[in-house]
């Protein structure tokens, strides 16, 4: 079965087809973080729902260039790097830092690419595309040296948003990056200098400025993965105005088709109301590890609701993620006990175990996929209770257990095992070499008292923590 995606710019759900379906390249641009804070965890929804598309891509053979942007000049990181009293990059890097942190904490693939905004080719670029725009009289500079969109120019603008440009009265040009619906008008490609910008501003042949933030992705996408992208992401507040300000600017500087696919998780939300800065109901990621979760737990949480569905975040929500991962941890446990040392060279299983795989190619129904997983972890723990399942069986269950997780990526953390422990191991392997068993009984209680189990499988000793 081909891979269905919800497409939000036709609203339907369309079969995936690559603009490059010889080489298996999939090109996917996903917007990034603006670096004036932490991440909160609703953005890693959106991050995490697009690494998902990632991983099921490339378990369906595709190879997937993924480009995420930084926004590091916008409004925001202007107004607060300035009430902090800091110059624009310094107050940005840390935040940078701390976001690639909390990406490897979630085991979120790193994208191809990071491009930041302020880097000089894509200031560059930027200020190139404004020019095309305005020669072709998609934009004007107006009275107070900004430079602006004409949105009437551009036919199909309003389109991604389904909005009814027939019956919104234009409310003029705006100025700042985000704005609601109703408000529909000009919007700014080049924000001339002013007060509030302090020393933030390029030279161009408008004048000293800087970027509006919906130029900044189209420059970035385009100087990366070229006129023609696959797949565009984000959250759901992306589609207005910012991805529709995307497309006419891309669209009308090169003239094609900037995106065939466009794809939007819908929020993370808390009581009800979308989890935001602005809002001050956010947790970051750094807030929940606090309270004792572990990166594997909040990614399961975000992500096993599929991102077409609003997910409403509570703590009790993240302890059944960790009760659902303990129960797979335990099930692959038992397996890997049981299992028959070495692949059988049998076909993985049966032909149920395609079930996850489909589930998600049905526009990445995440819960529709553990949901086979855990009716096959069910069913095998039945059969391992009765004494039913051969070990090639489970090894053939746990090579599908490995197929399947290089999508979800949920094993436990390795933890590395204390030098003295490994010690003491080492040393119950040769008591046991020597049949002593009463020094392997001791070591085993001196490992015990470090806090760790050691089991003796056909495999060898088996070390979990206690
Ligand atoms: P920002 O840093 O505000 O530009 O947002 C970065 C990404 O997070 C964008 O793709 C947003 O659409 C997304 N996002 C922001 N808030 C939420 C939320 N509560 N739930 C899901 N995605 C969000
Ligand atoms: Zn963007």
């Known amino acids: 079965m081909a891979t269905r995606l919800f497409n939000t710019y036709s609203r339907q759900l369309e079969e995936f087809q690559p603009l490059a379906p010889a080489s298996h390249g999939v090109k996917l641009y996903t917007c990034g973080p603006t670096v004036y ?20 891509l490339e378990a369906r053979g595709y190879h997937v260039h993924r480009v995420m942007n930084l926004t590091d000049v916008d409004d925001k990181t202007i107004r607060n790097s ?52 305005i020669e072709r009289n998609y934009a004007y500079q107006a009275e107070d040296g900004s430079v602006y969109y004409r949105i ?35 919007f700014a490609l080049w924000k001339a200098w002013d007060e509030a910008d302090g020393d933030v501003g390029w030279d161009s042949p408008w004048g000293r400025g800087r970027p509006g933030w919906h130029i900044e992705c189209s420059a970035m996408a385009g100087a990366l ?59 970051t990621l750094r807030d929940v590890l606090a309270k004792g979760y572990t990166g594997r737990e909040v990614r399961y949480a975000l992500l096993r609701v599929n991102y077409g569905l609003p997910l409403n975040f509570t703590f009790e ?64 723990n039945l059969l391992l209770d009765k004494g039913e399942l051969s070990p090639a069986h489970a090894r053939q269950l746990l090579g599908w257990w490995n197929r399947i997780n290089a999508t979800l ?4 953390d390795a933890e590395e095992t204390p030098a003295e422990v490994s010690r003491l191991l080492d040393e119950r392997a040769g008591a046991r070499k020597d049949k002593d068993f009463r020094r392997s009984d001791e070591l085993r209680d001196a490992i015990a008292a470090l806090g760790w189990a050691v089991k003796d499988t056909k495999d060898g000793q088996k070390l979990t923590r206690l």
């Not at 199909?156 to 109703?182: F, M, Q, S, V």
């Not at 079930?355 to 096959?376: C, K, V, W």
């Open 317 to 380: 929500g993240m302890a059944d993620a960790r009760a659902s991962l303990r129960r797979l941890d335990a099930w692959v446990s038992r397996l890997t006990d049981h299992a028959a040392p070495a692949p059988t060279g049998e076909p993985h299983a049966l032909a149920d175990h395609d079930r996850f795989e489909q589930a998600m190619d049905d526009d990445l129904n995440i819960s529709g996929a553990l949901g086979q997983l855990f009716e096959i972890v069910r069913e095998s």
């Open 409 to 412: 990526a949920v094993e436990p």
């Open 37 to 56: 804070s932490y991440a909160h965890i609703g953005n890693f929804r959106a991050y995490l729902f697009e690494d998902l598309l990632q991983r099921h």
């Open 152 to 186: 009437k120019e551009f036919p199909n603008y309003g389109k991604l948003a389904h909005l009814d440009l027939e019956n919104l009265r234009p409310t003029g040009r705006i100025r700042n990056d985000e704005y609601e619906k109703e408000n529909v008008g000009d």
């Open 82 to 133: 300035r009430q902090q009293n800091m110059a624009l990059a310094d107050f940005t890097a840390p935040f940078k830092k701390a976001f690639f942190e909390d990406l490897t904490v979630l085991r979120i693939k790193p994208a191809a690419e990071f491009p930041e905004a302020t880097a000089p080719q894509f200031i560059a670029r930027m200020i190139e595309m404004i020019g095309v725009l």
């Open 225 to 283: 993965l070229g006129d023609e992208i696959d797949i565009h992401c984000g959250g759901e507040d992306n589609i207005f105005p910012h991805h529709e300000a995307e497309i006419a600017q891309s669209e009308a500087v090169t003239g094609k088709r900037f995106v065939r696919y466009w794809m939007h998780c819908k929020h993370l939300m808390v009581d009800g109301q979308k989890m935001s800065k602005s809002l001050g109901n956010f947790y």
